[in-house]
């Protein structure tokens, strides 16, 4: 039997394995088509007549491409705001709730909401009406599930496994979303071992560790010396979210910049992804590396934002073999 993906997605906590594969599944025959015209031509008659609303409150570049051209390669219409928080009735005081109830009535069947505070999608999802769809493409330093989806995707097709492997995230741990979601979404396996290397004050955050330590996850905090990559199997390097504190993490610590002679050090068969946007913490020497995964990251992010509004939208009987 097919898993059912929670109607909002708001949280990786929400998420079992058995949801998990079943969109990486969907992202797999959803690739394959992209790669035949007549497949493209299928796409495009998966989701006609449906409509994604893009409600972006802070800046984004993957996210919101990905997602629209998900809702487009579909065959869905779509209507998308970006600086919705100076363009949008919020800079003249109307609150989410508002905006999200007003949205609703123009007959939208997805909304994916970008916002600058943390717990926004939730009020948003609980604002909705009418059946309408919220997605959380980002909620302030708090989570951001469908990268984190995109992010098991990406470890699945690199690595090969979702089990038995050692994790280093590194940089702001504490303001930077991505981390909290794919923390979360990886203390769904077995036998994943998690070290967080970050400056003292940008550790991860308490919430999470509490929850790693209720599930009998392995984690270690690291906050100075070298990079310990040799140790990773996957390295989830982020930047600095300098807009969410105002400073540079790195005004008064040296920065922990992944360089091609510290690449030296690492297993062959390390996967090094990354979120993006890159500021400086992944010197684009590495780039040529066969290990840096993160453009090949940016392309799973289309097939998996793909995969997730068909299991939202869709009819998988349009989709045969995927069923058991
Ligand atoms: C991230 C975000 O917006 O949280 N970007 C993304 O969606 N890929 C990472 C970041 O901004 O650092």
Known sequence: MRTTIPKHIIRSQDFTPDMIFDLIKLAEVLRVNETTNEGRKFLGTLLSGRRLFADFYEPSTRTRFSFETAALFLGMTKVTTESAGIFSSASKGETLEDSIHALCMYHPDVIVLRHIEDGAAERAALASVNGVHVVNAGDGTGQ??????????????????????????????????????????????????????????????????????????????????????????????????????????????????????????????????????????????????????????????LFMRMAILFSLLGDMDRIPHLRE
């Open 144 to 301: 951001h599930p469908t990268q984190a989806l995109l992010d098991v995707y990406t470890i699945w097709r690199e690595l090969g496994r979702l089990e038995n492997f050692t994790i280093l995230m590194g940089g702001d741990l504490l303001h930077g979303r991505t981390v909290h979601s794919l923390a979360y979404l990886l203390s769904r396996y077995r036998d994943v071992k998690m070290i967080f290397m970050s400056h003292p004050g940008y550790q991860m955050k308490q919430d999470i560790l509490d929850h790693l330590d209720e599930r009998g996850i392995e984690y270690e905090i690291v906050t100075n010396g070298e990079i310990p990559i040799e140790r990773a199997d996957v390295v989830y390097w982020t930047r600095d979210q300098t807009e969410r504190h105002g400073s540079s993490v790195h005004d008064n610590h040296p920065k922990l910049i992944i360089t091609p002679s510290l690449m030296r050090s690492a297993k062959e068969t390390m996967v090094l992804m990354h979120p993006l946007p890159r500021v400086y913490e992944i010197d684009p020497r590495v780039d040529s590396d066969p290990r840096a995964a993160y453009f090949r990251q940016v392309e799973n992010g």
